[in-house]
């Protein structure tokens, strides 16, 4: 049967592993089902998350210079591909899609994976999907951009499968299965942006065994900056916490680490690592903004923290920091700990009713203005040249 197709665009600038690699794949996978998928990858080197039989890739090189050689190619693929739609996933691939676009007659969207609202540039974009609330209230509330579409379609995730192989080295390697020990872990690169949540998971460490809890805090996850590695260690150490809180960094650990949740009793998650541990009903802590501890999450405060996608961003209204220490501490001296997140991932992350979304998304008739050669458009192009140019001096 004859499908339609559709052209992702991406951009590398890394190690291309961050999150919203992770969110086209997965999202490519399942709309493989309903549409011819390729993936256009532009950047210093192909992202290796975007590696599956269900969709094409092609990779194009690029570094700062020659935007219009690159343009072509696109255009030559989708010319050859001839997609119902052309979709971005960031900011500097939509510089390309949208110029093709103009060229091709084919409709462009963007999506805005998550994170904090716009405080720099970001450019005009009529077909917008967006993950979190937050990001849906902000551009809502814009008038810059007339006639523009909105769709909220949180980040979705597959279910994970289990590697016990890896999840049983790992607890022999950090003997975290030893007496009453329960096991908090936080599974996260390691970086600035991420060092409040590991604090928190250590203050957190700290506080339970001050209450006599038998836990072990396993930090999992590839060092980014060796600083805040240092950091950490510090505190740690500072603390007197060494024979109880881990940082595990070896990739065989690290690659695919969403596969090794079970290992754990109770994880402090975020973004997309928060939506996959609902998927084995695993209890959830998030980061809690300029706060000591991190909140559990419940059916109470869920979404507030759903507004701004799980992120270090969240704050609660009503928060009680004696009360959200009473309820952890619960959880960790339960015999028998009923968990209900699960329920969390069949309503709102499983990835089959999101691609159902963007399935319909993409099917509607819609009215596409041929865009013309504007400002907005030449300032994407500088702003994406910019970037890569910038990230090739360091």
Known sequence: MHKNKIVFTISTFG?????????????AEELSKHFDITIIN?????????????YHKQFIPFTGKGFLSIRAEIKKIVRKEQPIVINAFD???FAWARCVGRKTG???????????????????????ILFSKENEEYFTSQ????????????NRVLPIQADEKRISELRLKHDLKTGNNRVLLRISRIGEHYRTSIEQGIELTKWLRGKGIAIKFLILGEV????????????IQSEGLEQCIFIENDKKFTLNASQLLPVADVVIGSGRNFMEATSFNIPLLTTLNNEKFPLLVTDKNFEEVFRTNFSPRTSIQSYNEGLNLDEIEQIFTAE???????????KYFSLSAGA?????????????EKEKLSLDALKNVCYTVLRFRKNKEK
Do not use: M
Not at 224 to 235: F, G, N, V, Y
């Open 15 to 27: 190690h291309g592993k961050g999150g919203h690699f992770y969110s086209l794949h997965t999202i």
């Open 42 to 54: 532009i950047g210093a080197q192909p992202s290796p998350i975007l590696n599956s039989e269900k």
């Open 91 to 93: 900011i500097e691939s």
């Open 106 to 128: 084919i409709p462009v969207f963007h999506t805005k994976c998550g994170g904090p609202n716009p405080k720099g540039y970001f450019p005009q974009v009529k077909n917008l």
């Open 143 to 154: 008038t810059t951009v007339k006639n523009r579409r909105i769709a909220l379609i949180p």
């Open 224 to 235: 980014q900056d060796p600083h805040t590695l240092s950091l950490i260690q510090a505190k």
């Open 336 to 346: 028998n700990y009923l968990s209900a997140t699960s329920k969390w991932y069949e």
């Open 356 to 368: 159902e979304k963007y399935k319909g998304l993409y099917d509607q008739h819609l009215i596409f």
